[in-house]
């Protein structure tokens, strides 16, 4: 008997999937992503490790060989269970699932939350506002839209990650040279795009965890910046829990709740809602994926509950026991979190620390380059130079410490201008 594991995106020594099931009766097997291991520099767990077996499939993410080793490995291995906690794993470990008869997420809970047409049909069917919206199939439709919204517009494909893909288009000109060079709406994938009209204001978003079909925690957070600006903004990108006597807190958790009632979500998920709070005080869907939230969401919940929602949701799928305090804590959080991001610029890095300052309050520090290592800008909302996340006893307090650590960042960092 064996679980298998399905890991194509970011570091898997930060998801330890050994460790987290240690006390599985079975084997442990893990395939992941041989450019994500190049990417994040890694390499994969050695034998004995805590893996049975572990493997790196090459064109993991543009290929049917991962597919094929699964069901491989399904047959050699008894494989009884398949974990996977990356958004763009979610679709093909459901149809394993169902090609193996295997428990968990099937696609009629997943496609709802990876389509974001489906998705939206569904919050406005539930009463909840989404921006005006439609499916793009032809250039004439984008246009018609354009015509009847005005700009800004954003144009997205409808099973989107990590804001990849997204144009925000704020002139004419803007929509006339996506058209003319962004957008292949003859070809294949021209049915996977949509278009909506811009909503302004904060994104907000709701994180937390459902086992047995019940909401064992759920936390609402800010993010102080645009998500999609990430290829231009050089500046700290930071992301703050909300305070609990905020008045906002308490309306994106009833927001959460009710979509959460809406949507077809499977018996054990961990979720990352989406909300844009407007200038004018209206709750607007963006969207919500069922997995952990990226950059340093996981942390996050975990500074404010004690609970690692990955290592929960993994652990819940096998039915294994969890800490016994889950969702017992009162729904408020233990302390208040805050994280920041500096994204990639060009230059080439002569210097840049590697080790948190010395200050007790950091709970996770990373840095994402190397000396002598050069960047060009971000190409992708994941795509950090550096990373931290704080807590403190309140909102205000993380804010300080925040901009404490990004002080002495860029006061460390050594960069040169490249030239060709």
Partial sequence: MSVLVLHQIGSVQAAPYDRWLAD???????????????????????????????????????????????????REHEVRHLVACHERDLERAAILREVLDLPGQRMDSVEPFRDKALMKRIATEAG???????????????????????????????????????????????LRDCLATDLDLDGADQSQLLVEAYVPGRMCHVDGLVVDGRTVFAWPSQYQYALATYATDTGPRMDLTLDADDP??????????RLLDAMPGPEHFAFHAEVFHTPDDRLVLCEIACRTGGAAIRDIVRVMSGVDPTEAWVRAQ?????????????????RMAGQMVL???????????????DFPWIERFTVF????????????????LVMALVSGRDRA????????????????????????
Wanted: glycine fraction near 10%.
């Fill in 369 to 384: 380059v190397q000396p002598g290592q050069v960047m060009g800008p971000a190409t992708a909302s994941s795509d950090f």
């Fill in 397 to 420: 307090e993380c804010v300080e410490r925040l901009k404490q650590v990004e002080h002495w960042f860029l006061g460390e960092l050594v960069l040169e201008p490249v030239t060709r």
């Fill in 128 to 174: 909840l506002e989404v921006a005006p919206w439609r499916e793009v199939e032809c250039a004439s439709e984008l246009l018609g839209f354009a015509a009847e919204f005005g700009f800004p517009l954003v144009v997205k494909p409808r099973d989107s990650a990590g804001s990849m893909g997204v144009r925000i288009l704020h002139t004419e000109q803007a």
């Fill in 248 to 257: 906002l807190a308490e309306r994106l958790l009833k927001f959460a709740e």
């Fill in 24 to 74: 599985y009766d079975g084997d442990v097997l893990l395939l992941t992503c041989a450019d994500n291991l190049a990417g994040v520099a890694e390499e994969l767990p050695a034998a004995g490790s805590g893996y049975a077996l572990a493997e790196a499939v090459p064109g993991y993410d543009h290929s049917g060989l991962l597919e094929e080793r699964a069901l491989d490995l399904a």
């Fill in 318 to 334: 096998l039915g294994l026991p969890l800490q016994e305090d889950l969702g017992s804590g009162g729904g408020l959080p233990r």
């Fill in 343 to 357: 994204m990639k610029r060009p230059g080439r890095v002569v210097s840049v620390p590697q080790e948190a300052p």
